[in-house]
């Protein structure tokens, strides 16, 4: 059974009309290119010694993109690396100037191009507070004022004056988080800083974006995470080759970003652009304990999963990423290989299988395996996601519930009928 | 946080966004973000070490007393200079305003560099809270100067109080050459290795470890007078020293051959302003 996994993303209720809200960023024509010298001159010397002209490559990182953002949306700009979304972003936080094209804002706006950006090792968190939020353009004094509260969301009242070096980096992670949202700009720009620290801060960010998505406040979010964007945003835009290629309802935008980057066909043999895959699942399927292939497993037993992939090209760092989801799309586990046991590259031709056994803890059901795999150790660097390499079924008795766990609970029962 | 964002629909004006600039995003963000910049790093100087202080006062301290016994007991001409050992060390001091500073401000872009290209942040900020902090250790390595100054037997003058007027011209021309090295430094990233030479040389080619007067008229007597610091520091040594010692104007002559120093001081305000703004907004892209 194949699951069209973008179809049933988690249902968002888009309830809000902006047509009546005003206009709060517009862009026009912005075009924006860099010009990439192919032997960069970087010294002195070498402006003096090089007799040739540099001969430059002309990137056009954006080419006249136009769009419109009202009041209290949150917006999501979607598209894969090197579409331009970042240099978008950089281009309406006055970070780039553009080229051509005007942008208009009304309000202040504050960016997140990546969390924690000015911190200072050397000062305590009180210190550093101060001086991010003034940074984001509020007063001294304002600035002051809100350490009680970034401090509570961030929960590190007790680490005030605590220098940030001796912060562990979930601890930092959690004090940019909350910086972030106590900036009161009426424009956030944020870029791939949804997933931070643990599941319970996890769980506390997601909450924020959710009463941000309600809220007064205009949000636009930089990602490649389509979940995301289909669970927050009201609108989104893709952004592909420094175009946009789609904008508008947020699951049709996430379908086409889909659509452009994985299923390009593998077999194509178009070389040119990166369209093709760099590596391809050849082969995905379930083993019992012996070692023989089976298609389902029964409740409880140990699921022997394995793959074997070929690279089509050299990948550096890779890493690989499984997650089983059920009918409703909901994805009960996940695992990825441990960094430790990750080889450093694979080259082009080279294949690769993967065995893992997994403790199965899935109730019984339908489940597809998704796959995902990345280059260069980061994550936002997809080589391949694909939605469905494997299905199975776990057979036993019903339960309620998407997966079990034995789990004590002690019960105590109180008034109701007397004997 | 978010009953605060839900205030009532105030008026929304679109403004052109105008993209990165040396001063963007007003002048009291500005302020106080110079302030507190260069007052944290100021402290943070001081912070790592039980001695701090007393590190930042070694540095012209050791050259002082190097110098000092080069000069009164090796090659003996200091002996016949009025008052040479506090002139030294003050105009060491004083010099390190302009070493220090502009030591600091031509890596400052460069060095921060995340923020650049990360932050919406003026970029005039950055190397001139190197030159705060180097000022802020100046003014306070003063105070140790001044202390040397009074046990040495100097008596105190009323044109002490025009010290400032020093400090502020050598302030000034500070920034200037940070703002020009900084930006070009982005460029072409040897700036700052040979702008250490350069100030190695400017610190010989100023009066700082010799009175202008010893130089005899010749060609490369003129070629000092051109420099500012020749003019500002013989100025500081009449004011705070050595009344007796030539003025400004006794070494130039006339008003008029006080013009190439003047013109080459205003010359690199006018530049290093005009460089950094024009390579401020292009400065994160070149990072």
Known sequence: MAVDTTQDGPAT???????????????????KSFRLPVNKISSLKEQITTFSRPDYRELHALRDVSFEIRRGEFFGIVGRNGSGKSTLLKVLASIYAADAGRVRMAGRLAPFIELGVGF??????????????????LERRQARSRLGAVLEFAELEEFVDMKLKNYSSGML????????IQSDAEILLIDEVLAVGDAAFQQKCADVFHEMRDSERTVILVTHDMGAVEHYCHRAMLLHDGEVRGMGDPGEVARKYLRLNFESAPSSGEDSLGEVADIVVEDAWLEDGAGQRVTNVEKGEELHFCAELEAKRDVEGPTFGFTFANPDGVEVMGFGVP???LPERIAAGQRIQIRSRVENRLAPGRYVVRCWIHRNRNISDIVLYSPHILDFVVFGKNEAGVAFFETEVEFELKGGEGR | MSA????PAQPLELREVRGPSATGGGSRRFFELLWLISATEFKKSFHGTAFGYIWSLVRPLMLFAVLLVVFTRIIRFGGGVPNYPVMLLFNLVVFGLFQEGTGAGVGSVLAQESIVRKTQFPRLVIPLSSVMVALFTVALNLIAVFAFILIYGVNPMWTWLLLPVILFL?????????????????RFRDIAIIWTVIAQVLLYASPIIYPFEIILPSFLRDVLLANPFTLIFEQARVWIIDPTAPSALDIAGSWAAMLPAAAIYVLTCVLGVWVFKREAPKIAERL
């Open chain 1, 13 to 31: 209720p888009r309830g809000r009309e902006f047509d009546a809200e005003p206009v709060v960023i517009e862009a026009s024509g912005v075009s």
């Open chain 1, 120 to 137: 200072n090792p050397e000062l305590t968190a009180r210190e550093n507070v101060e001086l991010n939020g003034v940074m984001m353009g």
């Open chain 1, 339 to 341: 960094l430790d046991d």
């Open chain 2, 4 to 7: 605060e964002a839900q205030t």
């Open chain 1, 173 to 180: 992670v959690r004090l940019a988080f909350s910086v972030m």
């Open chain 2, 170 to 186: 050598v302030f000034v021309l500070t920034c200037a050459a940070s703002l020009l090295l900084s930006a070009l430094n982005v």
